[in-house]
């Protein structure tokens, strides 16, 4: 997925009333400041009670949802377009504190955000909400990286100056 893609994406759902924060690949990318990698798809945090708009304002520009996709819902769900583009969608309910809850699956597990996690970064001088460093870290952990997970701690290492276990 190029750049274009992915403000055009942005935009598209910042006019639909919707807040969305970059994650993965793209959130370090926004972080760091500069495209530093291929991405295959944009994975994208939003709320909840604003799902119904997001993925309405998305299928007017052609996406649609993508059936199979581990985990499936209530985690996440994948919308691609005609084109290929790809995109990884993942609901989150916010707390009046600030911080958010992802549920991981229909057995009560979930995944914390704390207040904190929520960051604002850079795609091509465009201000973009996005994960922050400690949060893109800490979803890092805990399984074996693949090669682009060990390039994007790379970067944020670089740019930052923190450790990372990959």
């Not at 926004?30 to 909840?48: F, N, S």
């Not at 916010?94 to 911080?99: I, L």
């Amino acid at each position: 997925m190029d750049t274009s893609a992915v403000l055009r994406v942005l935009a598209l759902l910042r006019e639909a009333g919707c807040e969305v924060w970059v994650a993965g690949g793209w959130g370090v990318d926004a972080l760091v400041g500069e495209v530093t990698r291929e991405h295959g798809d944009l994975d994208l945090l939003h709320r909840v009670e604003q799902e119904p708009s997001l993925i309405t304002a998305l299928e007017h520009a052609g996406f649609a949802e993508q059936p199979g996709a581990e985990p499936g819902r209530p985690a996440r769900f994948v919308m691609k377009d005609h084109q290929g583009h790809e995109l990884d969608l993942h609901p989150l309910r916010f707390r009046p504190d600030g911080s958010a809850v992802q549920q991981a699956d229909d057995h009560g597990g979930f995944f914390h955000y704390p207040a904190d996690a929520f960051a604002t970064g850079v795609i091509e001088g465009v201000p973009v909400n996005c994960l922050s460093v400690a949060q893109q870290i800490a979803f890092h952990q805990g399984y074996e990286p693949r090669d682009r997970d060990r390039h994007d701690m790379a970067r944020l290492r670089a740019a930052f100056g923190v450790a990372t276990d990959s």
